[in-house]
């Protein structure tokens, strides 16, 4: 029944969108969930962690068992974290009662796309060296003067506007004042 609903707010959502759905990204959306709803019993606390998993790590969410494995990357229906999460017995389902934590439709919706598109995993946004992104089209390249001007400029654009003129030099003094004291010029 649940997972019949993740399917349904699935298909709901894209359907909104346009029919395409972003790629489900770990760091944002998976890692917050599991963050949320799991860590507290399968997380780092090695004197609370039950069943000796660990979900917070790659091996601990990718593990084998001895008849199941924990994420079948491209399988939500073989994988026993969506049948856990999906599951309508009280003793088979997580997180569990007792917890007060329960995962909404559209969580698992994220959480059966991500293990259909493959499961990818991330490491930890912190120790995620940042990417150059690469600077957008524009069809009027004469006001950007900076890089981040071509991303203002692209949402300008796509929002059917145009930059402001430039100020003059009192205006540009009268703002950096304002900004400094709080109070305007005498």
Request: with cysteine; aromatic share 6%; net charge positive.
């Amino acid at each position: 029944m649940v997972a019949a609903l993740a399917v349904l707010a699935t298909n709901s959502r894209a359907a909104q969108t346009g029919g395409s759905l972003p790629p489900v990204n770990f760091n944002r959306d998976i890692r917050p969930i599991l963050s949320e709803n799991c860590f507290a019993c399968h997380g780092p606390d090695q004197k609370k962690r039950k069943a000796k998993l660990r979900l917070d790590q790659k091996d601990g969410l990718y593990a084998k068992r001895e008849d199941h494995s924990i994420v079948v990357p491209g399988n939500r229906a073989a994988s026993e974290l969506f049948r856990r999460l999906t599951a309508s017995d009280a003793d088979d389902h997580m997180p569990p009662a007792e917890t007060g934590k329960q995962l909404t439709v559209e969580q698992l919706s994220v959480v059966g796309r991500w293990i259909d598109e493959g499961a990818p995993w991330q490491g930890h946004w912190a120790f995620i060296k940042p990417e150059q992104p690469a600077l957008p089209e524009v069809k009027d390249r004469s006001w950007p003067r900076h890089e981040l001007d071509f991303f203002i400029q692209s949402k300008l654009e796509n929002a059917g506007l145009k930059p402001s003129p430039p100020a003059s030099r009192e205006t540009l003094v009268r703002r950096a004042s304002l900004d400094l004291t709080g109070l305007p010029p005498t």
